[in-house]
């Protein structure tokens, strides 16, 4: 065997295990006994340390440097695997390890410190996570910063200077038309009434398919917080329900087949290589949020989900698809970033952002966390924090590990504005097709030009050879304005 | 750290591993989107090559020599690892992966081929599963004999001569029984009616309640095949449901607590340990039988779940709770194990052992494996199978390479009878609780007596020390005849 295919066996190993432990993380999120915690911590670590092993492994390096690629793909593989194989290596193997049981135990004193609404019983232990966080960040960050080197495990190849800079661009447009929509004149009506489980998670369904999701090759189930998991002939997605916001389910649900789309539309001759994944959290976001936004928010599907809404229900509170469309798309002061209208969604990621930018420096502490959030919201968002569920206790990410990933939300809605205006300039009539329930036409256009290569681009080169432009925040901006000026009659 | 505490530590994680990879079992058999096929078997595959590069590292062995036991548990551990260490160390790692990633494979085949009554379709995966198997066993015999290899994989210290003449004693009195309970006067009516899905499964997790199932560590989902899965915080069972046969969903229920129950009973100081697992498939039928049987279909038991099934299903086909008792415990030609009754269950087992030994033996092929089935059928229980479906592609065992499994079953029916009679002899009115739905009594008795020990002792010690006699085939035949003698009026 040459060393590429030495290369290639190992990592088709290693790939394997990976996924096991990410279906690991579904079963715990999704179906796991509640007594389960810590036996699931410890096996979550094992699996953490048996990958951070192989990660390490010193034969990667000597294959790394004898592989002889013979095709970009090849190339690429090769990069990919020496990059992980690099940063893995900056990492401690007890570090890695205690990383995954950590993490694991915290999900669930997350949960119920947010159910309970007691935020003193998980800040400890976010404490102890962002001491590991910094650990592995000083790791990895081999002298340079401690924030860029998370981000880039996320979104490689970003800095959070050129965020920073993006969101400094976003703010003023973004907060200029909230501003307006908020104090327009008109203002949509609310969805009101009793939606049935059943019912919801029925509509569900049909809109996932409406999407083109491959049920043959993943299933749908119920999560506290809605997440989809797995690639190739697996992958899974969640959703949520609450019986008076049918919204909430069936938005979540095509969100959730965006990310999983994603990974169905990979080739399927990558499966097991590091170009079988999706290439960042960012790309990934892009897929999710079209789907739902610039899609499933449109005036077309809106017009069919309000046939299909009006059958399934008998009736709805609004008297047309046209007030339905403004209903759906209804912006209002609110405290949750899984809720947020596309207006506001990324000042919710802006305000995380920064706190999150400064608890990794060490310039805030958790113990002050709670002050610092109620603060900046207020300051954003002109309302109070009424209680820590609504606040700082709403977001897993943190108690699992994430910090330099709520960036990548953002930057997936800019992806998606620069991907939607190619789109619509590629398929002038998809709407014909989405006003009778059918993504297909749009579904096709992102898998041919994006979702097909999978990690064979680096992000910002994937997105940028779709749409034949630079990344710019300028098609989303534009997109947002004139949608919510038409429906705002501003 | 000392010799042991490295070997204790290393195990941790082995038995971490391997718990991840029952988890991934019970994924594909109960929530695994069917085209995940592929994939899985690689994930599967993945999995035992990292569990088997543990089990034979050679770092174990030099703990194992230098390792130094300060009591009786520790000494097991030895022993235990040592085991696991010198029949792991047989085996090529070729041949562990190849045999996990087959017999993932094959599951699908198998069920799809009995779906289709197309033998056909199975037999020849069939064939390179046995050939695997085959090759394992010569591995692990070391010049010794292949079938006992094999069982000593499931029943350690047991040998096919000893399952052979403990056959040798039950067949003619199991047959005669047979005999006079067919033949009598009195047959029992069968339950008649349609009850719906539902109802069925609230009743089967009342029934679970009542046996004291954790539900915390637990839960409880539809397979084809019944089974359960995982240890100590996780522990779950599956039931199937046909909505004109209640008793097959709740007495499948109640089995598979039986065997949950065990795992769950197991000291917790022994997790992730050795000792922290059921210590054979024998004991561990000894369970679920017990369960299931001796006290889920006695007088006492039955009486009480006739009044719940009543309430729940709005009245039943049979008058009262006499004739309930006897419906549910009646004796009809059939083809299926699963749904034997308890007279002619071992039969079913002594066809299977026979049918393998000559398997793994070479006396016979799995070309004409569908023939010699079927011929051993008409001889033991006088009718002809209809269709494979009822005949030899009833099972998954051999499908997922489980040679050497089935006289297990019969052991543990043997194991039950010992404990009966022990159980019942130290608490004289245990049908008292019983007939209020309490099995705690028993379920206490069995755990304090058992359950605890998990790995501690070896099988046979292990149901010896419960019940302070030999293991004999004596006291499941005399409840057998007492029991059935009394239903049918012989």
């Given at each position: 065997?040459?060393?590429?295919?030495?290369?290639?066996?190992?990592?088709?190993?290693?790939?394997?295990?990976?996924?096991?432990?990410?279906?690991l993380?579904?079963?715990?999120?999704?179906?796991?006994?509640?007594?389960?915690?810590?036996?699931?911590?410890?096996?979550?670590?094992?699996?953490?340390?048996?990958?951070?092993?192989?990660?390490?492994?010193?034969?990667?390096?000597?294959?790394?440097?004898?592989?002889?690629?013979?095709?970009?793909?090849?190339?690429?593989?090769?990069?990919?695997?020496?990059?992980?194989h690099?940063?893995?290596?900056?990492?401690?193997?007890?570090?890695?390890?205690?990383?995954?049981?950590?993490?694991?135990?915290?999900?669930?004193?997350?949960?119920?410190?947010?159910?309970?609404?007691?935020?003193?019983?998980?800040?400890?232990?976010?404490?102890?996570i962002?001491?590991?966080?910094?650990?592995?960040a000083?790791?990895?960050?081999?002298?340079?910063?401690?924030y860029?080197?998370?981000?880039?495990?996320?979104?490689?190849?970003?800095?959070?200077?050129?965020?920073?800079?993006?969101?400094?661009?976003?703010?003023?447009?973004?907060?200029?038309l909230?501003?307006?929509?908020?104090?327009?004149?008109?203002?949509?009506?609310p969805?009101?009434?009793?939606?049935?489980?059943?019912?919801?998670?029925?509509?569900?369904?049909?809109?996932?398919?409406?999407?083109?999701?491959?049920?043959?090759?993943?299933?749908?189930?119920i999560?506290?917080?809605?997440?989809?998991?797995g690639?190739?002939?697996?992958?899974?997605?969640?959703?949520?329900?609450?019986?008076t916001?049918?919204?909430?389910?069936l938005?979540?649900?095509?969100?959730?087949?965006?990310?999983?789309?994603?990974?169905?539309g990979?080739?399927?001759?990558?499966?097991?290589?590091?170009?079988?994944?999706?290439?960042?959290?960012?790309?990934?976001?892009?897929?999710?949020?079209?789907?739902?936004?610039?899609?499933?928010?449109?005036?077309a599907?809106?017009?069919?989900?309000?046939?299909?809404?009006?059958?399934?229900?008998?009736?709805?509170?609004?008297?047309?698809?046209?007030a339905?469309?403004?209903?759906?798309?209804?912006?209002?002061?609110?405290?949750?970033?899984t809720?947020?209208?596309?207006?506001?969604?990324?000042?919710?990621?802006?305000?995380?952002?920064?706190?999150?930018?400064?608890?990794?420096?060490g310039?805030?502490?958790?113990?002050?966390?709670?002050e610092?959030?109620?603060?900046?919201?207020?300051?954003?968002?002109?309302?109070?924090v009424?209680?820590?569920?609504?606040?700082?206790l709403?977001?897993v990410?943190?108690?699992?590990?994430?910090?330099?990933?709520?960036?990548?939300?953002?930057?997936?809605?800019?992806?998606?504005?620069?991907?939607?205006?190619?789109?619509?300039?590629?398929?002038?009539?998809?709407?014909?097709?989405?006003?009778?329930?059918?993504?297909?036409?749009?579904?096709?256009?992102?898998?041919?030009?994006?979702?097909?290569?999978?990690?064979?681009y680096?992000?910002?080169a994937?997105?940028?050879?779709?749409?034949?432009?630079?990344?710019?925040?300028?098609?989303?901006?534009?997109?947002?304005?004139?949608?919510?000026s038409a429906?705002?009659?501003?």
């Amino acid at each position: 065997m040459s060393a590429f295919d030495e290369l290639l066996a190992f990592q088709r190993q290693t790939e394997a295990l990976s996924s096991v432990a990410e279906r690991l993380g579904w079963d715990q999120e999704t179906v796991m006994p509640r007594g389960a915690t810590e036996q699931r911590a410890e096996e979550m670590a094992a699996m953490e340390a048996v990958l951070h092993e192989r990660r390490t492994d010193p034969r990667l390096g000597e294959w790394l440097d004898r592989a002889e690629p013979e095709d970009a793909e090849d190339a690429r593989i090769i990069e990919l695997i020496a990059r992980d194989h690099r940063r893995a290596s900056r990492i401690p193997a007890r570090l890695a390890t205690e990383l995954a049981r950590q993490t694991s135990l915290a999900q669930g004193i997350w949960a119920e410190a947010r159910a309970k609404d007691a935020p003193g019983d998980f800040l400890p232990v976010l404490n102890d996570i962002l001491m590991l966080k910094r650990e592995e960040a000083s790791a990895l960050a081999d002298g340079g910063d401690l924030y860029d080197a998370l981000l880039d495990d996320y979104e490689p190849g970003t800095t959070q200077a050129e965020i920073a800079a993006l969101f400094d661009a976003m703010r003023p447009r973004l907060v200029a038309l909230r501003e307006d929509v908020l104090g327009a004149a008109f203002q949509p009506q609310p969805l009101t009434g009793h939606f049935p489980q059943e019912t919801q998670l029925r509509l569900a369904r049909t809109c996932a398919t409406a999407f083109g999701y491959d049920w043959t090759r993943g299933r749908m189930d119920i999560a506290v917080h809605p997440f989809s998991s797995g690639r190739w002939q697996d992958s899974r997605i969640t959703t949520r329900v609450v019986e008076t916001d049918p919204f909430n389910c069936l938005y979540s649900t095509i969100h959730e087949v965006g990310h999983s789309s994603y990974e169905q539309g990979i080739d399927s001759d990558y499966a097991f290589t590091p170009l079988g994944r999706g290439v960042s959290m960012g790309a990934h976001e892009s897929q999710s949020r079209i789907y739902e936004n610039q899609l499933g928010r449109g005036r077309a599907f809106t017009g069919w989900l309000y046939q299909r809404m009006s059958d399934a229900f008998g009736g709805l509170s609004v008297p047309d698809a046209d007030a339905f469309y403004a209903t759906a798309n209804r912006v209002t002061p609110g405290f949750i970033r899984t809720e947020a209208d596309e207006v506001q969604y990324n000042l919710h990621i802006m305000l995380r952002f920064d706190l999150e930018r400064d608890l990794i420096a060490g310039r805030l502490d958790v113990e002050d966390l709670v002050e610092a959030w109620n603060a900046r919201f207020l300051r954003d968002f002109g309302v109070a924090v009424d209680r820590p569920a609504n606040g700082v206790l709403q977001d897993v990410h943190w108690a699992v590990g994430l910090f330099g990933y709520f960036p990548t939300y953002a930057l997936g809605n800019v992806y998606a504005g620069c991907l939607h205006a190619a789109l619509r300039a590629a398929v002038p009539d998809l709407d014909e097709a989405l006003a009778r329930g059918e993504a297909d036409p749009a579904v096709e256009w992102l898998r041919e030009n994006m979702q097909r290569h999978g990690g064979l681009y680096a992000p910002r080169a994937l997105i940028e050879r779709a749409t034949g432009t630079d990344v710019s925040e300028k098609p989303l901006l534009d997109y947002l304005e004139e949608k919510f000026s038409a429906i705002y009659r501003l």
